[in-house]
């Protein structure tokens, strides 16, 4: 049978979306580990610039 480019295109995003269906929870705390890591590698620079949130948490912790 003969596939046009957007059956082959549909076919790829399927199975590129079940086989990246989401994060274990081995992967979550990797990435939330490395952007720890990120961050106070940032700040020891002193070039890092915090979220809008981490900006409203320490407002309202300093209140």
Do not use: H, V
């Not at 274990?24 to 949130?53: F, H, N, V, W």
């Amino acid at each position: 049978m003969n596939y046009g480019p957007n059956q082959i295109q549909q076919g790829l995003n399927a199975k590129l979306y079940t086989e990246t269906e989401g994060f274990s929870a081995g992967a979550k705390d990797a990435e939330k580990a490395m952007k720890a890591a990120e961050a106070a590698y940032q700040k020891e620079l002193g070039i890092y610039k915090p979220t809008l949130l981490e900006r409203l948490k320490a407002l309202f912790r300093s209140a």
